[in-house]
């Protein structure tokens, strides 16, 4: 097809990782476009909690697939390829270079190498996995996925309802585990001519970075933010609200924990996530890791990711 022939290059790693910033600083000096592979930076006024680019931000540098949605609304993956698809044609037409920039692995695996083919979704499944979550808590599906499918249990956030639903889905409508039919993405195929970098930090700085990020966010008014998003009509979405952060500030503002508490809960979640996004990123074989110490700037690290051979932009 002839997207095979796009080359398109991806910046991953763990959240609070440099991504946004190394990926601006190499935009600048490349002459590229970014397009956005977060599952949550596509909903509108979700800004603080997900340290979306600023307006000023977004001037510097093009941004495409941020404030896609309302966060009433939901978004799927199959969404996002196609907007991502659509975004990649408008870069290349205009001769830019196309730097996805992110940390949804889900995202990064659809757009790269196809959706997952598995079967159509089963409305009445659906609402009795939910309504089950409403009653007893995420946390328990999250237990029973990681009985049936110990890899997606290991890979799926515990409180990302929407996938977790998903694989018991899957699982309900075919008896094998989703991990087991996602092997078909296994086989070296991509819709791309893809290049994959990762930034990868010692898990200790990483844990230093997310809990300054953390309290950075607390400070510019994340629970404003969310207090905000609480109270609109219609209600944030099921999905939207497992976002990190906002489904922690969400407890606080129902009255289920103190404020303490649920930054507490904040920082040991997104620790979650990054070895969710960990477990993930081990798919990725082609990925060419650079090892990122605490001094490393993002400029510094955006020349020596321009400096590369072999990259799309090198003469």
Not at 161 to 176: M, N, P
Not at 178 to 199: A, H, K, M, P
Not at 237 to 266: F, H
Request: glycine share 8%.
């Amino acid at each position: 097809m002839a997207r095979a022939s796009t080359r398109i290059t991806f910046i991953l790693g763990c959240t609070g990782g440099g991504k946004g910033a190394t990926g601006r600083a190499l935009a600048k000096l490349i002459g590229a476009e970014i397009v956005s592979v977060d599952s949550m930076k596509v909903y509108k006024r979700m800004d603080i909690g997900t340290a979306k680019p600023t307006a000023e931000q977004r001037l510097d540098v093009p941004h495409h697939l941020l404030d896609v949605v309302e966060p009433s609304e939901e978004y799927s993956v199959a969404q996002f390829v196609g907007d991502a698809e659509r975004a990649i044609a408008d870069i290349t037409a205009r001769g830019k270079h196309v730097l996805c920039v992110g940390g949804t692995a889900l995202y990064i695996k659809s757009l790269s190498e196809g959706l997952f083919d598995g079967p159509s979704a089963n409305d009445s499944i659906r609402n009795r996995l939910r309504q089950r979550a409403e009653q007893f808590g995420t946390a328990a599906l999250h237990s029973e996925l990681c009985r049936v499918d110990p890899e997606a249990g290991d890979r799926i956030h515990p409180n990302d309802l929407r996938r977790i639903v998903r694989a018991l889905e899957v699982y309900e409508l075919t008896g094998r585990p989703i991990s087991e039919l996602q092997t078909q993405w296994d086989r070296n195929r991509t819709v791309y001519d893809c290049v994959f970098l990762g930034l990868r930090r010692e898990k200790e700085e990483e844990n230093r970075r997310c809990n300054a990020r953390i309290k950075r966010m607390v400070e510019a008014g994340l629970v404003d933010e969310v207090r905000s998003l609480w109270l609109e009509k219609p209600p944030i979405s099921s999905i939207a609200r497992q976002a990190l952060g906002y489904a922690e500030i969400i407890e606080y503002l129902e009255g289920r924990v103190i404020l303490d508490d649920a930054i507490e809960n904040i920082k040991i979640n997104t620790r979650k996530f990054s070895k969710a996004q960990r477990t993930w990123f081990k798919r990725f074989r082609q990925t060419e890791w650079i090892d990122v110490t605490e001094g490393d700037t993002a400029d510094g690290l955006a020349r020596r990711l321009a400096d590369m051979e072999k990259m799309p932009w090198s003469k």
